[in-house]
């Protein structure tokens, strides 16, 4: 099946400063979603994304299909953006995750 | 737009017992519904696929005498796990889609369940 893979792992940044999420999978998709996971385990919808770019405030995401890679921007991080960041993608099998990078915004 | 809830949000239980969660899309027509395990920090990994008025398809390894699912109607999808043991203690998943199975998915809040 395909597979997803995100780095870093783990991420930890001072409160202000800007990152690069970036998620590679294996196969053509015909969706790729970025989700936040919060402390509470809710899974917050950030872009339905499957290819080009999309911003949403101090969030931005881009898709590169042909290069099966997406990269999720986090500008002027803040503390209420620590989480856990997953990408999502559907191919011919239902949507699969990668494992997460576990961001900690420190003030 | 695009609301998906769960209920209960947490339940424990006795070991034997069994167990009903919920799972609505409050605003939409739900075509397809998922069921998604996840561990304490670990990724999702998904149980079931169900349409509505249909059979649900379960994931390799899931028993699906164990973990009942009914796809009632186009916004309620239940998961009832049967004789629940210790091992059965995780947090549940739904999510909801409205179109194609490559639209975007939308995600309840989750359901914590600890087995005693």
């Known amino acids: 099946g395909i597979q997803v893979e995100q780095s870093p792992p783990d991420l930890i940044l001072q409160e202000g400063a800007n990152s690069t999420l970036r998620c590679n999978f294996s196969d053509s998709v015909n969706n790729l979603q970025w989700f936040h996971q919060n402390p509470w385990g809710q899974l917050i919808n950030l872009f339905y994304i499957p290819s080009g770019t999309k911003q949403n405030g101090r969030l931005s995401a881009t898709t590169v299909a042909t290069e099966r890679y997406s990269l999720l921007y986090i500008s002027s991080s803040q503390t209420t953006d620590s989480g856990v960041y997953f990408c999502?993608?559907?191919?011919?099998?239902?949507?699969?995750f990668g494992k997460g990078t576990r961001l900690s915004v420190i003030a | 737009g695009a609301v998906v809830s769960q209920h209960p949000s947490w339940v424990i239980c006795k070991s034997g017992t069994s167990v009903k969660i919920e799972c609505r899309s409050l605003?939409?027509?739900?075509?397809?519904m998922f069921w998604y395990r996840q561990f304490p920090k670990q990724s999702l990994m998904l149980m079931a696929t169900?349409?509505?008025?249909?059979?649900?398809?379960?994931e390799q390894g899931v028993e699906k005498d164990k973990f009942l699912i009914n796809h009632a109607s186009l916004t309620l999808s239940t998961l009832t796990v049967t004789s629940a043991h210790p091992e059965d203690s995780s947090f549940y998943i739904c999510?909801?889609?409205?179109?194609?199975?490559?639209?975007?998915?939308?995600f309840g809040p989750g359901t914590r369940l600890t087995v005693l």
């Open positions: 169900s349409n509505e008025g249909s059979k649900a398809t379960y």
């Open positions: 605003d939409f027509q739900a075509t397809t």
């Open positions: 999510s909801a889609t409205q179109g194609t199975s490559g639209g975007a998915q939308y």
């Open positions: 999502a993608v559907v191919g011919n099998t239902p949507l699969v």
